[in-house]
């Protein structure tokens, strides 16, 4: 054994070997992209569902038709900006529950719930087809 600053042979060993330990540890996982370890050879995966969208009329008559079948039994029309609705689709609104009140009155509150989704449709429907909300969100 040398003295003088020297390190024992042994300890030398034994920390070059915990070093190569570590460090072939974190390389576990390597590879390269072509290998069998690095790719998704051999995993299944799911197919993840493709995104639907709604297209602006069919929003407009859901909305429409949902603020008309609540609206139909109050008094009043509320706020159409509460209810999230343009100006546009508020109009529809008003005239799809006058429409339905008497529907309701008339033949009862299934007819009137049918008369609502079919106009709420069709206000849309024609609303879409002159331009829709053309000046501005709110219109």
């Keep these: 054994m040398r003295t ?3 390190t024992r ?3 030398v060993l034994g ?6 330990l570590v460090t072939g540890g974190l390389c ?7 290998s069998a370890s690095g790719s ?3 995993r299944t995966t799911s197919p993840t569902p493709s995104a639907t969208t709604t297209s602006p009329e069919d929003l407009c008559t859901r909305v429409v038709a949902h603020w008309s079948r609540e609206v139909l039994d109050s008094h009043s029309y509320g706020d159409y900006q509460t209810m999230g609705l343009s100006n546009g689709q508020y109009d529809i609104l ?7 009140r008497v529907e309701k009155k008339r033949h009862g509150a299934r007819a009137a719930d049918e008369l609502i989704g079919r106009e709420a449709r069709a206000g849309c429907r024609d609303w ?10 709110w219109s």
């Design 94 to 100: 008003r005239e799809v529950v006058d429409a339905a």
């Design 40 to 42: 998704a050879a051999g």
């Design 128 to 137: 879409y087809r002159t331009g829709g909300p053309s000046n501005g969100p």
């Design 28 to 34: 576990a996982g390597c590879g390269s992209s072509g």
């Design 4 to 6: 003088g600053g020297a």
């Design 9 to 11: 042979p042994g300890l």
């Design 15 to 20: 920390c070059g070997l915990a070093l190569v």
